[in-house]
């Protein structure tokens, strides 16, 4: 299967991420924390971002498995 992470990061520290696997934002500071709350509850951010792996993720995963499979 295909996993989607997006990652928030300030000052090179990763505060919070969305993980396609777990379906919701998982904070890593007290900033993060308090941002995953809020967006945990709104259900149109996380439908936009489980959106992202049909719409990045598999569409590039078709790409470069074709291209592959064109090379053997």
Known sequence: GIEFIDSYVFNKAEYI???STVGRF???????LKNAEAWN???GLL???QG??????KHNADLHYSAILDKT
């Not at 998982?26 to 993060?32: A, I, P, R």
């Not at 992202?52 to 993720?57: A, I, M, T």
């Open 52 to 57: 992202e792996l049909e719409r990045f993720c």
């Open 26 to 32: 998982v904070g890593y500071t007290e900033h993060g």
């Open 17 to 19: 991420r969305f993980n």
């Open 41 to 43: 509850s709104d259900a």
């Open 47 to 49: 439908g936009q971002e």
